[in-house]
């Protein structure tokens, strides 16, 4: 009787889970179907070495340069404002000292 029960519980639930996985799709407009299922071949594609690898270009505005520059040397300026950034480069040009380096002795006092 016990197994009989167990038997029972277990068809019972599998028939449960079954019905939660269901698909509960809606009759949908086959065009619409297929339409998300095409991939469209445009014949005027950009041939990849047309372009500039965009991280290989130089930035046009100053301040976006400085902080190319901390980023590449490992310095995080998020907390830097842009004015600061600029003082901070004008300070290291005075002294004759690397910018980032600069930098990074200034966010580390």
Not at 84 to 91: F, P
Request: proline letters at 1%; aromatic letters at 4%.
């Amino acid at each position: 009787m016990n197994s009989k029960l167990i038997v029972v519980v277990s068809i019972f639930v599998l028939i449960t889970i079954s019905g939660c996985t269901k698909n509960t799709e809606t009759n949908t407009d086959k065009s619409q179907e297929t339409k998300s299922n095409e991939v469209i071949i445009d014949s005027s594609t950009i041939d990849s070495s047309d372009i500039d690898d965009i991280r290989k270009e130089e930035p046009s505005n100053t301040v976006s340069q400085l902080r190319r520059k901390l980023y590449e040397a490992g310095v995080n300026s998020s907390q830097i404002t842009d004015s600061m950034l600029e003082q901070y480069e004008k300070e290291a040009a005075e002294k004759n000292i690397d910018f980032a380096e600069y930098v990074r002795e200034e966010v580390n006092k």
